[in-house]
C-alpha cells in the first residue's frame, strides 16, 4: 500500500447482508493493519446498520462520517466506528421528517 495520510472507507454501505470475504476482506485486513488512521463513510464497511455486528473482517475506523440520520448499528459498535459525526447533508425539514 503507498504511503498516505488518511484511509477513507466507502466499500459497502448500510444494505449488506452478508459476510464480506475474498480480496474485499483482504483490503479490510490491510487498511486496519497499516496503522493510518480511517475514515468510513457512513457506516464501516463489515458493519450491519442495524444491529451493530461485524460480518466477516469489518473496518475499525477512527472517525465515521454517517449521513442523513444516526444508523440503529452505530451505537454500541464504537471499537469500529470511532468518532461519529453526523452530517445532516442540509435536508430541507419536510425531507426530514419522512426519515
Do not use: W
Request: charged letters at 15%.
Amino acid at each position: 500500500m503507498a504511503a498516505s495520510d488518511v484511509i477513507v472507507d466507502g466499500l459497502f454501505g448500510i444494505g449488506l447482508q452478508r459476510p464480506i470475504s475474498g480480496v474485499y476482506a483482504e483490503m479490510i485486513q490491510v487498511a486496519n493493519n497499516s496503522q493510518v488512521p480511517i475514515l468510513a463513510l457512513d457506516i464501516p464497511s463489515g458493519l450491519h446498520a442495524d444491529t451493530g455486528m461485524p460480518q466477516g473482517e469489518t473496518i475499525k475506523a477512527a472517525v465515521t462520517a454517517t449521513f442523513i440520520a444516526e444508523k440503529n448499528g452505530l451505537i454500541n459498535a464504537a471499537s469500529y466506528t470511532g468518532k461519529i459525526i453526523l452530517c445532516n447533508l442540509q435536508l430541507p425539514d419536510h425531507i426530514m421528517e419522512l426519515i
